[in-house]
T-cell receptor, first 112, second 110 residues
């Protein structure tokens, strides 16, 4: 199994531009999570899906952030417009049942 | 609310033992433990469920005190490969959502 696959690994963009992060969960995992990690705030849950349905998006900072999961094998996190304070490492993770999370390698986003 | 971990950082000599604590202000359904090395993703170590027993392998184990809303991770006879940041993740709603702790940086030296 290739694990959770995220792309791109690194993204540098200018303030105001749209950014799209992508995630492919492990096949058979029915839950998918988007986390953001910064030195100041640690690992923060942004949104999670069960069976492709968004369950809790209370961690999404504001309307500039949106996430979709059109099918069981793909999810996107979009930021429009991006701001310098969005700079962070964004992790996608998936889970099956009551087992642990498997994290992707992350996307390091820098907004200048 | 984010669980609190202690200590924030610890330095060990190879072969020494360490304990990392995780404390929640809310009742816990389960606790996860993860290790993250610099520049990498967190890696799952173990999960402790409400009503479950202490879990672990020979040298890394954990306990879960439901009444005190706490969990502890025990690292025995530490190895260089144990270096990294350890996070606890707490489930306070009985669902899928984890809130991660503040992290404990552990460094093992020769």
């Amino acid at each position: 199994d290739a694990g959770v696959i995220q792309s791109p690994r690194h993204e540098v963009t200018e303030m105001g531009q749209e950014v799209t992060l992508r995630c492919k969960p492990i096949s058979g995992h029915n839950s998918l999570f988007w986390y953001r990690q910064t030195m100041m705030r640690g690992l923060e849950l942004l949104i999670y899906f069960n069976n492709n349905v968004p369950i809790d998006d209370s961690g999404m900072p504001e309307d500039r952030f949106s996430a979709k999961m059109p099918n069981a094998s793909f999810s996107t996190l979009k930021i429009q417009p991006s701001e310098p304070r969005d700079s962070a490492v964004y992790f996608c993770a998936s889970r099956s049942g009551h087992y642990g999370y498997t994290f992707g390698s992350g996307t390091r986003l820098t907004v200048v | 609310q984010q669980p609190v971990q202690s200590p924030q950082a610890v330095i060990l000599r190879e072969g020494e033992d360490a304990v990392i604590n995780c404390s929640s202000s809310k009742a816990l359904y389960s606790v996860h433990w993860y290790r993250q090395k610099h520049g990498e993703a967190p890696v799952f170590l173990m999960i402790l469920l409400k009503g479950g027993e202490q879990k672990g392998h020979e040298k890394i184990s954990a306990s879960f005190n439901e009444k005190k809303q706490q969990s502890s991770l025990y690292l025995t006879a530490s190895q260089l490969s144990y270096s990294g940041t350890y996070f606890c993740g707490t489930d306070t709603g009985g669902g899928n959502k984890l809130t991660f702790g503040t992290g404990t940086q552990l460094k093992v030296e020769l």
